[in-house]
C-alpha cells in the first residue's frame, strides 16, 4: 500500500516562503494527476496545485504566482513551493496522488501564517 508522508510545515510571517515536500513510500506507477490541497478551519478542503501525469499543471486562483507544484520522480516526491505567504494562506496542506484505481492522501502538515 502507498503511503504519503508530507514534511515542510510550520509558522511563517506574511510574505515569508516554505517549501512543503511530500514523499511516496513506494514508487507509484501509472499515476493520472497529483496534488496539493488545503483545509482551514471551519472551511471545505479545496484544491490548491494540480500536476498531471503528463506534467501539466494548474493553479487555484488565489495562489497563482506565489505557489509552484514540482515533481523529482528518482525521490518519489513532489514540492509545494509557497513564496509571499498570507494569513489567508494558513491551512493544513494535504497532498494527493492519483491512479486510474486508487488515491492516496497524506497526513496533513500545518502551515501557519501570521500577519
Known amino acids: 500500500q502507498l503511503q504519503l508522508v508530507e514534511s515542510g510545515g510550520g509558522l511563517v510571517q506574511t510574505g515569508g516562503s516554505l517549501r512543503l515536500s511530500c514523499t511516496a513510500s513506494g514508487r507509484p506507477f501509472n499515476i493520472k494527476d497529483m496534488g496539493w490541497y488545503r483545509q482551514a478551519p471551519g472551511k471545505q478542503r479545496e484544491l490548491v496545485a494540480r500536476m498531471s501525469g503528463g506534467g501539466t499543471t494548474n493553479y487555484v486562483d488565489s495562489v497563482k504566482g506565489r505557489f509552484t507544484i514540482s515533481r523529482d520522480s528518482a525521490k518519489n516526491t513532489m514540492y509545494l513551493q509557497m513564496n509571499n505567504l498570507k494569513p489567508e494562506d494558513t491551512a493544513v496542506y494535504y497532498c494527493?496522488?492519483?491512479?486510474?484505481?486508487?488515491?492516496?492522501w497524506g497526513q496533513g502538515t500545518q502551515v501557519t501564517v501570521s500577519s
Open positions: 494527493n496522488l492519483n491512479t486510474p484505481f486508487n488515491t492516496y
